[in-house]
């Protein structure tokens, strides 16, 4: 009973005293771009504007073809980035042929 008992109030202190998920992955702007150059080599690959229950926010993906890693930031108009993905293995998609009805 004592070690339930113990087991629980760690958890519950433990989960108590966590930072908030989304806190952990956001910060300013300019920081999280700093770091994606500087320790990543990743530079801007595209992005474009997303539209929320009246909420505007540019999302970006940033990548690098010498490290193969790429990650996805979400930008509030007042500045605060979140990183919503990461990952490995990123490649350059190139279209073969221009699409029917545009113009170059």
């Known amino acids: 009973m004592y070690k339930r008992l113990l087991g629980f109030g760690l958890s519950i202190g433990m989960a108590a ?16 771009v700093e770091r994606l150059k500087s320790h990543y080599s990743e530079s801007f690959a595209g992005g474009g504007l997303q539209v929320s229950r009246s909420k ?5 993906v940033w990548a690098s073809e010498k490290t193969g890693t ?8 007042e500045g605060l980035a979140c990183i919503v993905a990461t990952g490995t293995d990123w ?14």
């Open 17 to 32: 005293g966590s930072l908030p998920a989304h806190a952990s992955n956001c910060a300013k702007r300019d920081l999280v």
């Open 56 to 60: 505007q926010s540019v999302v970006e």
């Open 70 to 77: 790429f990650t996805v930031i979400l930008t509030t108009p």
């Open 91 to 104: 490649y350059q998609a190139h279209l073969l042929n221009e699409p029917e009805g545009t113009e170059s």
